[in-house]
């Protein structure tokens, strides 16, 4: 990651703390989250959005004791589950500052959204307008935005672009669907309609994809204005914003992205004679995704006739980005220096299928053995968040780390967190 400092001796310092001795105090696999580098992203979106809301997606991942560093940093939440939004609650996060996303909300997650207060509903779909509008109490109003579908998709793979037209989530502009909801929301006394809303895919490096949705999003207000003479206080372009995943890549340029946005949005209020919204904005992998760590031990290496396999300790169970995605994920060696040339090794895991593969074909050092610590940067996002107990292997723990001091912030699951769920019956 980004503060990961490399020593003479091999080692690697995350937050000042070496991996050598937060793996041999903590265990492995361990994941490691630098706290000042998802301090340091989130004022740099507060720095290029300094108006704008900027919500972070907790699906990327979520703990406590981020979201009041996310709190203290002046970003709200975007949540997708009650199970999300009471954690963020019990940590001390204002409900007020939280959108609720989803596109089957359950009447648990809706119950929880009212109980709790949460700030913004986020609609997608026309069924949920009375279904919410029925929960909320008398006198009162919640605070909901349309999901629109821009009709732009964009991203790093099929499974994450979000914003075409034949795929589930939001309300289609084109068969009138998203302005049908519109009209809905407005006659529903106990619902306030904010704003509009789309979300068009992950890991997006390029500025022109939202350049085009936002003006998707504008046109649509523009044509709410002039229809009900309503002007919405706010848009919602989402996350998905990239960031560098291996060595030469680059992530979107925030300070770009926020120039061109607002340049273009203060053309487009102008021109539709109108007051310019509110930008919201719903990154998730871009604030914690450079902060994080994983570290694995290699178990056993294996010669075969086709390739050399190096297997660690976790694998697809911890992180299933590259058996879902293809996603690519970088070792390296830790804790010693090689002298042995580097060669070419698959990076397995110890799950029960030919296909836990975390990195296919990577360089490592010849001499690689049993007992070596490896490590994955850029492992905060969507890796601990999306891990499974397949194999009954326990999820791994999570440590904060900060000027050189580790703290333990999610315990490894072990197989008795596993077992007592299994009544025996
Ligand atoms: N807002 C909404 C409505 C979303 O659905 C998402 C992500 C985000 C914001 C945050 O997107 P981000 O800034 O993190 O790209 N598991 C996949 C990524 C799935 C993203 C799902 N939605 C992966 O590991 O690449």
Redesign the pocket.
Same mark, same amino acid.
């Given at each position: 990651p980004d503060s990961a400092r490399l020593t003479a001796d091999g080692d690697v310092r995350v937050g000042g703390v070496p991996l050598t001795s937060a793996a041999e105090r903590y265990g492995t696999p361990l994941y490691v989250l630098d706290e000042d580098q998802v301090r340091a992203r989130a004022r740099a979106y507060r720095a290029a959005f300094p108006d704008a809301g900027v919500h972070y997606?907790a699906?990327?991942f979520l703990c406590r004791a981020l979201v009041r560093w996310l709190d203290e940093e002046d970003i709200g939440l975007?949540v997708c589950s009650a199970g999300e939004l009471e954690l963020a609650v019990a940590a001390g996060f204002p409900a007020d500052r939280v959108l609720l &996303?989803g596109n089957a909300k359950s009447p648990r997650d809706l119950a929880s959204a009212l109980r709790l207060g949460v700030g913004r509903v986020v609609l997608d779909g026309v069924g949920e307008i009375t279904r919410l509008a029925a929960l909320v109490p008398p006198g009162e109003r919640q605070r909901v935005l349309v999901r629109v579908v821009p009709g732009i998709s964009a991203g790093?793979h099929d499974k994450?672009r979000?914003g075409d037209e034949d795929q589930k989530f939001g309300l289609s502009l084109t068969d009138g669907s998203a302005q049908h909801a519109v009209a809905r929301v407005l006659a529903t006394p106990r619902l306030e309609l904010t704003g509009l809303h789309c &979300?068009i895919g992950?890991?997006i490096a390029e500025v022109k994809p939202y350049l085009a949705a936002q003006r998707r999003l504008l046109g649509l207000r523009a044509r709410i204005a002039e229809t009900y003479g309503v002007v919405l206080p706010e848009i919602d372009l989402?996350?998905? &914003?990239a960031v560098a995943q291996r060595p030469g890549e680059r992530g979107i340029d925030l300070t770009d992205l926020a120039r061109r946005l607002r340049a273009e949005l203060a053309e487009s209020c102008r021109a539709a004679g109108l007051p310019e919204p509110r930008l919201l904005l719903?990154?998730?992998? +871009?604030l914690v995704a450079r902060a994080g760590v994983a570290v694995y031990r290699v178990l056993a290496v294996k010669r075969t006739a086709h390739r050399v396999f190096v297997a660690v300790d976790g694998g697809m169970g911890d992180n299933p980005?590259p058996a879902l $995605?293809g +996603?690519p994920c970088v070792p390296r060696l830790v804790g010693r220096v090689s002298t042995a040339a580097p060669h070419r090794v698959d990076l397995v895991g110890r799950h029960c299928e030919a296909g836990d593969v975390l990195a296919p074909a990577v360089p490592l050092p010849a001499d690689i053995r049993p007992g070596d610590l490896v490590a994955t940067p850029v492992a905060g +996002? $969507?890796q601990l968040s999306?891990a499974s107990a397949y194999n009954l292997h326990g999820r791994p723990p999570l440590i904060a780390t900060r000027e050189g001091t580790p703290r333990l912030l999610i315990r490894r699951e072990e197989p008795d967190d596993l077992w007592l769920r299994d009544l025996g019956g």
């Open positions: 997606a699906k990327a975007d &996303h790093h994450v979000t &979300h992950s890991q989402g996350g998905g &914003h719903e990154p998730g992998r +871009a980005r $995605y +996603a +996002a $969507y999306m």
